[in-house]
């Protein structure tokens, strides 16, 4: 999720009050609540530049997961032109920051370095926009802008591209949106068109065809393809076949991510899927996904691991970061990853914890390498098993209110910008975490959430935060909650040593910050509902 806005800091920002000129000017790598600056892009790019040219293990490949453009373009002027431009600017400037990194390193040889998008919702425009019937126009635009870095040979000077794997990668995504490319001797990388899965797809008419855009059809040729070659495959998409983990609302509708899900099946046993990489969550998650297809006994014991990559965006609270996968390169298994972040300017912190977190607002980002999931959460692989280890070790501690795991996993999940001590502390948030990380459509969230919980007597269903309250109520009970505990805060400051109370008041406030990020997120979704052209939250936008 890039989202790159180069109207930051003019009245055409996305959120002009707070990312507009008065206030933008003086920040100039962006900050949060806004959508990335050119310069806060240009920047992770720089990055990614110098992770190839260092040295060491070669990169073989580059995966973007969809949402280049920022949000809201609908309300650009010609936002069709300014769609397309914004695509086309990120495409030439990541191209330019790969091919220029691998040419100065010795050990990059061969031919360029694959790069390989998918399309957001974001990426067309109205949000979400596919028309089924008459796609072209729609899929041409995007094709254009993601140009310079699919199809580079084209505008740039590179022998070793094969003209004609290029014809068909075009045709098939101005048709479809979705392509697979041979990215090394081992491995097809297929991208998916997850937009017209979801279920904010617009016109919302055509949710109902069984396979839009023939894309369930082309999957399963190209995984047989693959498995005839014994070759190994990595699938890429934007919005994850999961829940949202925001709303704990369902993605994509219950029709296709169960053919997904029964297609991937077919192949379980064979181990032909390595790895499924997608984001749109602006968070650092996985899922372990756990598959009851009412029509497919076969596929009803199998597990899908899915790791969701976070944003560059700090629109909705985590620090901009960046991925770097290693893989084992016989097999294709996965071995780790790490993460590279910044931190950026926050209105909701005072100065001395801007200035303590070096978020100076004119000077170019410091990337930090936070530790690997491996050195996060002490395992030996990123295998299912020790996926299924760690959701273990996570229910076990649910109801621990200082728990080791889940401090560490909520740090991480938004890209350290907050202390994990300091967010989902309570079991009923914890449970409806770990319910979406594992389930696909709501009745079986809802299904989850009121199972009662190891040794626990079931006295009857629990009601569940999130998916039948109305979402401004449970704001409006958080902000009440907020104002007695403000009150509160106040007599303790009276009575009490000031030092103490105000380190715990600081610290409620940082809590508040994220449950109000969360609160925003569900008010924005219940506005867009009464009017498609708003910007919509993280997990469907």
């Known amino acids: 999720d890039i989202h790159l806005d180069p109207f930051y800091a003019t009245p055409s920002a996305v959120h002009p009050d707070k990312c507009g000129s008065d206030r933008g000017a003086d920040r100039v790598y962006s900050q949060v609540g806004c959508d990335p600056s050119y310069s806060l892009v240009e920047a992770a790019f720089q990055k990614v530049s110098s992770l190839i ?11 973007v997961t969809g949402d280049i453009a920022r949000h809201g373009t609908d309300k650009l002027e010609n936002s069709f032109v300014a769609t ?6 990120v495409s030439q400037l990541l191209h330019s920051s790969v091919q220029s990194a691998r040419d100065g390193n010795s050990n990059e040889g061969g031919s360029h370095i694959p790069i390989v998008p998918s399309i957001g919702n974001n990426d067309v425009t109205p949000d979400y926009y596919i028309d089924l019937d008459h796609p072209l ?14 199809w580079p040979n084209r505008n740039f000077s590179d022998e070793t591209a094969d003209p004609q794997q290029e014809d068909v990668e075009r045709s098939t995504f101005q048709t479809g949106g979705y392509l697979a490319r041979n ?8 991208s998916l068109n997850t937009v017209i899965y979801s279920t904010n797809h617009a016109p919302a008419t055509q949710n109902t065809v069984d396979d839009p855009l023939n894309q369930f059809a082309w999957l399963e040729e190209q995984l047989d393809l693959a498995y005839s070659a014994n070759r190994k495959v990595f699938i890429s998409g934007h919005i994850p076949p999961a829940m949202g983990s925001y ?6 509708n219950e029709q296709h991510v169960k053919r997904y899900y029964s297609i991937l099946s077919k192949y379980f046993d064979q181990d032909l899927v390595q790895g499924q990489f997608f984001a749109h969550l602006h968070s650092d998650e996985f899922r372990v996904i756990n598959i009851d297809l009412d029509d497919d006994d076969t596929a009803s014991d199998k597990q899908w691991p899915l790791f969701l990559a976070s ?9 901009p970061s960046i991925r770097r996968v290693a893989y084992n390169r016989k097999n294709a298994s996965l071995l780790d990853y790490d993460t590279f972040y910044c931190n950026v300017y926050d209105d909701d912190k005072d100065q001395e914890d801007n200035d303590s977190s070096g978020n100076d607002t004119m000077s170019a980002p410091t990337w930090i ?10 395992f030996q692989d990123m295998s299912l098993q020790t996926l299924q280890a760690l959701l273990g070790e996570l229910e ?3 109801g621990v209110n200082d728990s080791a795991t889940w401090n560490t996993f909520m740090s991480r999940h938004h890209v350290h910008a907050q202390e994990g001590s300091e967010v989902c502390l309570d079991e009923p948030c914890r449970r409806a975490l770990l319910c979406a990380f594992t389930t696909i459509i709501t009745a079986e969230y809802n299904e989850c959430f009121n199972a009662p919980s190891p040794g626990e007597i079931d006295d009857g269903p629990t009601s569940s935060p999130t998916l039948q309250a109305q979402p401004e109520k449970g704001a409006e009970v958080f902000l009440g909650n907020a104002s007695v505990l403000e009150g509160l805060a106040l007599i303790c400051f009276v009575i009490l040593s000031g030092m103490v109370c105000v380190a715990w008041f600081r610290r409620f406030l940082r809590r508040r910050h994220y449950q109000q990020q969360v609160d925003h997120q569900q008010e924005s979704l219940e506005l867009d509902d009464a009017n498609p052209s708003l910007t919509l939250p993280p997990e469907i936008a």
């Open 53 to 63: 040219s260092q040295g060491g293990t070669p990169v073989d490949f580059v995966i």
């Open 84 to 89: 397309q431009q914004i695509l086309n600017n």
């Open 137 to 150: 126009e729609m899929l041409q635009m995007v094709s254009d802008g993601f140009e310079a870095m699919m």
């Open 183 to 190: 990215v090394t001797e081992k491995i097809t990388l297929i």
């Open 247 to 252: 709303r704990h609302s369902q993605l994509w």
């Open 311 to 319: 944003s560059i965006s700090p629109i909705y609270g985590a620090n």
């Open 369 to 378: 390498q936070g530790p690997s999931f491996l050195e996060s959460f002490g």
């Open 396 to 398: 076990s501690s649910m």
